[in-house]
């Protein structure tokens, strides 16, 4: 099944009024999540959800490089992502603290109180452009062969995303499709279908592409192991006329009844 597209504005008119939009700001979004408690922790968290993710797919890599190859290579293998995850929580961390700081612009009052904010915003910013350079030079460093080949890529999008470069998001997703990475109940598998969560997640920030970030995210809660449940949550955060709730209720009752253990993740926030 699919969900009905939803029309949005062409990417030039998005881009004129505020660059990359938050779906999330669409009051009838945000009627349904004041409904649900759920709804309303994954409105604001989802990107803490999303470096979380992040890190789940790091360790299993590891653990997964543990048993597969020797002590020495074991050894660099883990050490190298482990490197770029704590990078990458830098660099999250170092935005966030950038953002804050630009939050207390409008209030700083002129004279030597808003000159020292500005010099801390400057310096701030340049500690992030060093943190996302630091970052991106690790994620190069990676083995090339499979699964470090889709971690790369998975941070690729993510630092991608981060600088709202959708385009390049969307690219990555694209071409790594996640019933194409590892067997089924594969390690890789797990980390195909986190690495499908995230940039589909991250993606919804762009009414460029948020028809296909929803497409990859009714894929995943359809056919997807390890990470359909969560697809189906944001479907239904993402969900906005009526027949695209009717079809994502749908969707939801079938993903309770595959996975009975995870029902109060997927009960209606009306009950």
Not at 132 to 137: F, G, M, P, S
Not at 249 to 266: C, N, V
Request: aromatic content about 6%; overall charge neutral.
């Amino acid at each position: 099944m699919s969900v009905t597209p939803v029309t949005n504005e062409s990417p030039s008119e998005a881009h004129q009024k505020k660059g990359a939009r938050n779906i999330f700001e669409d009051p009838a979004i945000a009627a349904a999540a004041a409904n649900d408690p759920f709804a309303r922790w994954i409105v604001k968290n989802w990107r803490l959800m999303v470096t979380a993710l992040v890190a789940v797919a790091v360790a299993m890599v590891a653990y997964n490089r543990f048993v597969t190859v020797s002590a020495q290579k074991r050894a660099l293998a883990t050490e190298a992502l482990r490197d770029v995850q704590a990078g990458y929580n830098e660099l999250v961390t170092k935005e966030q603290e950038l953002a804050d700081l630009k939050s207390q612009e409008g209030a700083a009052s002129a004279g030597d109180s808003k000159a020292q904010l500005t010099q801390k915003i400057e310096a701030s910013s340049h500690a992030v452009d060093q943190a996302r350079d630091k970052v991106t030079l690790m994620v190069e460093s990676l083995d090339k062969a499979p699964p470090f080949d889709a971690i790369g890529d998975l941070y690729r999008g993510l630092l991608a995303a981060r600088r709202n470069d959708f385009d390049k998001t969307q690219a990555l997703l694209a071409s790594r499709p996640w019933e194409q990475i590892g067997k089924p109940g594969s390690s890789e598998r797990l980390i195909s279908e986190l690495v499908t969560v995230a940039l589909a997640r991250a993606l919804i920030d762009s009414g460029k592409y948020r028809e296909f970030a929803q497409a990859q995210l009714v894929t995943l809660s359809e056919r997807g192991e390890f990470a359909a449940v969560q697809a189906g949550r944001a479907l239904e955060v993402m969900a906005q006329s009526d027949t695209e709730k009717a079809q994502v209720a749908e969707i939801l009752s079938k993903l309770k009844s595959r996975f009975p253990t995870q029902q109060r993740f997927l009960s209606d926030g009306n009950e």
